[in-house]
């Protein structure tokens, strides 16, 4: 029968519930465990695609099309294997459905309340579309005392006296401070922590305790004692100078053993840990090092482009480089002068310019994309970065002015503008700037047909078709992007009818290469995106030539 980890945190948010959940799972499909990962979020948005990325970070994007909290992208990235839109809910799409469901009648004039149609609801998406797994997680967003939380802690609850409590365990992610001055871990907050939790209802079987400093067995014994565990199953969490050094840590403080052994499972095989042995090596002895910057909007918050720095770091592992990440907020480059702007790029060897939404900091981005462009040094554009680099060449090689996007100005000549219909899965999907403004985007994997011979076929192993996950609602201008190509900056990826504009690189440079889509969220440490590849190839050939 399929088993159920429901992983909760306590004392203060931005623990790393996401992080923890990406660890156990990859050590239990270590084991030859299916695993399967999913996310529920308390908050009342239907999805974080209309948060603000400084408020919420990254939103991932699946396969499928769903705008998903960042900690799918950790899930995808540990486990290897795609997630999906039924992997992901909010509390607003919770009560949108039991409101949907109440005006359709559906509850046959019963009065709708909290208990039983809301945690119904949450029942309901925990037992939903599953096939075979041996192992479902689900990770509860928030901190428990949160109103919100509420009724998703009462569903998990009630799950578990409805399937068996031998088959649903409750892992507690605290956190133990340390006090200097005392030279004391401090137990009583978790203490708390798990006394709100069992307020609910809910006792852990299992404490997870982020910690800065090593968990004495006095310690442990004393968590134990007031929790109602066996001091086995307090389990220290080590901060880690690498989130890839995570899944080993755990092995070694026993969490997979004792989520076994709760499950009576002792006999399970022992783990293959290679893949993330190897890491941890690559990591602890670079060979090479090099340096690019990131001309992005939301510098100011990195869990902004979580997914962007993971596949900078997976391309670093792939090439055994260390890559420094230099961070520019794109706005700060407005301005200043061709010399202040190279000696803002003199001492990086590439330039990667993200995606982002809104007018703020876009000459910035061009400014960035004019330098890489005329002093050849490797780029690589992603989404609006590859929107703002066409803009940048329609200005300097075709001599448009005015050339803009529409999502900035309309008194422009539009060389990127609204999308109003594109094809999806065979249907016609149609937009207007009347169109609400969440979920409504080109969103998920499309096909894209590559140019025999260029580098975006040769990145991709010389493929003749790729998918990748697009999150945008305003597209380049084919006819002036063709117009590009006299200048040299050629079409080398378009959609299989040969209407979008997919991918475009320069001729005569030593990596110009800029993409719609969102390569990142498909990068994994132990299979590097191989556009991030060869952009940190790029940049580290430019090493030899200094």
């Not at 310019?353 to 960035?368: N, S």
Request: charged fraction near 25%; glycine fraction near 8%; hydrophobic fraction near 40%.
């Amino acid at each position: 029968m399929t088993k159920y980890i429901f992983i909760t945190g306590g004392v203060v948010s931005s623990l790393g519930k996401g992080m923890a959940s990406a660890a156990i799972g990859a050590l239990l499909q270590a084991r030859g465990y299916k695993v399967r990962m999913r996310k529920m979020d308390p908050y009342l948005n239907i999805d974080p695609g209309t948060m603000s990325p400084f408020q919420h970070g990254e939103v991932f994007v699946t396969d499928d099309g769903a705008e998903t909290d960042l900690d799918l992208g950790h899930y995808e990235r540990f486990i290897g294997n795609p997630c999906h839109k039924t992997d992901s809910i909010s509390g607003g799409r919770i009560y949108y459905n039991v409101l949907m469901k109440e005006r359709r009648g559906e509850y046959l004039g019963a009065t709708v309340q909290a208990i039983p149609h809301v945690t119904d609801e949450i029942k309901h998406f925990i037992e939903s579309d599953l096939t075979d797994e041996d192992f479902v997680m689900y990770e509860i967003g928030g901190t428990v005392g949160d109103i919100e939380g509420t009724l998703f802690l009462e569903a998990i609850r009630q799950y578990a006296n409805q399937v068996g409590k031998e088959n649903c365990l409750f892992l507690h992610l605290t956190l133990l401070p340390y006090i200097p001055a005392a030279g004391e871990l401090k137990t009583k907050p978790t203490q708390h922590s798990v006394k709100q939790l069992l307020e609910t209802g809910i006792q852990p079987n299992i404490l997870l305790c982020r910690s800065a400093v090593a968990l004495s067995e006095s310690e442990r014994a004393k968590i134990a004692l007031f929790c109602n565990i066996a001091p086995q199953d307090v389990i220290a969490a080590l901060d880690a100078d690498s989130i890839y050094k995570i899944p080993l840590q755990y092995h070694e403080a026993g969490l997979d053993d004792r989520i076994l052994h709760y499950f009576k499972m002792d006999n399970a095989n022992k783990p293959d840990l290679s893949r993330w042995e190897n890491i941890v090596n690559v990591i602890g002895n670079w060979e090479h090092a090099v340096s690019i910057a990131v001309v992005g909007k939301y510098c100011g918050l990195l869990e902004a482009y979580k997914s962007l720095n993971e596949a900078i770091f997976h391309a670093g592992i792939a090439h055994k480089t260390k890559v420094n990440v230099k961070w520019i907020e794109s706005d700060t480059l407005e301005g200043k002068t061709p010399e202040q702007i190279a000696e803002t790029f003199a001492d990086v060897q590439g330039i990667l310019v993200p995606g982002g939404f809104g007018t703020r900091g876009v000459e910035g981005k061009m400014l960035a994309e004019q330098f890489a462009r005329e002093h050849k040094l490797p780029f690589f554009g992603i989404c609006l970065g590859m929107q703002t680099a066409v803009i940048e060449a329609a200005r300097h090689l075709l001599g448009i002015a005015n050339a803009s996007s529409t999502e900035f100005t309309k008194d422009c000549t539009p060389v990127v503008a609204l999308m109003t219909e594109w094809e999806q899965d065979g249907k016609k999907q149609i937009r207007s700037e009347a169109t609400d403004v969440g979920g409504t985007m080109r969103l998920g994997a499309y096909p894209c047909r590559l140019k025999a011979g260029s580098l975006a076929a040769k990145l991709y192993g010389n493929a003749a078709e790729i998918r990748e996950r697009h999150r945008h609602r305003y597209e380049v201008n084919m006819d002036i992007a063709k117009r590009l190509e006299e200048k040299g900056l050629q079409i080398s990826g378009v959609s299989p009818d040969g209407l979008l504009p997919e991918i475009v690189e320069l001729k005569d440079h030593p990596f110009y290469l800029a993409v719609q889509f969102h390569p990142e969220f498909k990068s994994r440490a132990f299979d590097a995106h191989p556009l991030f590849k060869g952009f940190i190839k790029a940049a580290l050939d430019q090493t030899t030539l200094l």
